[in-house]
Every structure is written in structure tokens, then in C-alpha cells.
């Protein structure tokens, strides 16, 4: 099992950013790649970043290329996403999520967090 626990979310104007974070505790973190998925009310849970295990592959929703970024430090157990350049359909819940080799199919994954909310005002 791999626990999960996002923070760092919160409200921001448009054009503003946030990090957020995502602390893993259980089975080695640095055998699973992760993933920040994201759900707007009414919405499919969407993919947005990935990361390999060793942090050498990046993945990234056409939506957000370009103004975020994921990161993981292997050694602290922690995966990020830099979001900058935010816009209002930036709002949603976003999840962290790990499974062994990363993937863009959220129902791949075994292992969630319970959310953070981020809302970008206009």
C-alpha cells in the first residue's frame, strides 16, 4: 500500500500560481511513477502531469504544458506540481496518484490521495 496526502492547494487570482505537494508514506516511493490528475465539478477526473520513478520522464496535458511543471525528490518521498500562469479552468480538485509505470488513464491507478482544491478567480 502507498499512502498519500496532498496540500498546498487554495484560491489565486487568474495569471497567479501555486505548488502543490504530495507526501508518500508506505511501499518505496522511488518504485512508483506519480501522477496529478485533476476533477472540475461535473467533470471527468483528467490527467494532467506525470513523472517516472527516477524523474527522468515528464508527461504533461496539452492544457498545461508550458505552465506547469512536476517534480519529485525521491529522497523526501515528495512528488510537486508548479502551476504558474494559471487560468479560471485551472479550478478543480487535483489528486496525486502512484502506480508503477506512469500512464494518462486515471483508472490505471491503484493508489490516490484525497484531493486538494484549487480555485483560480477571475
Known amino acids: 500500500q502507498v499512502q498519500l496526502v496532498e496540500s498546498g492547494g487554495g484560491l489565486v487570482q487568474a495569471g497567479g500560481s501555486l505548488r502543490l505537494s504530495c507526501g508518500a508514506s508506505?511501499?518505496?516511493?522511488?518504485?512508483?511513477?506519480m501522477g496529478w490528475f485533476r476533477q472540475a465539478p461535473g467533470k471527468e477526473r483528467e490527467f494532467v502531469a506525470a513523472?517516472?520513478?527516477?524523474?527522468?520522464?515528464?508527461y504533461y496535458a496539452d492544457s498545461v504544458k508550458g505552465r506547469f511543471t512536476i517534480s519529485r525528490d525521491n529522497a523526501k518521498n515528495m512528488v510537486y506540481l508548479q502551476m504558474n500562469s494559471l487560468k479560471p479552468e485551472d479550478t478543480a480538485v487535483y489528486y496525486c496518484?502512484?502506480?508503477?509505470?506512469?500512464?494518462?488513464?486515471?483508472?490505471?491507478?491503484?493508489?490516490w490521495g484525497q484531493g486538494t482544491q484549487v480555485t483560480v478567480s477571475s
Open positions: 508506505g511501499r518505496t516511493f522511488s518504485n512508483y511513477g
Open positions: 513523472i517516472g520513478w527516477s524523474g527522468g520522464s515528464t
Open positions: 496518484a502512484a502506480r508503477t509505470f506512469v500512464n494518462r488513464d486515471y483508472k490505471s491507478y491503484p493508489y
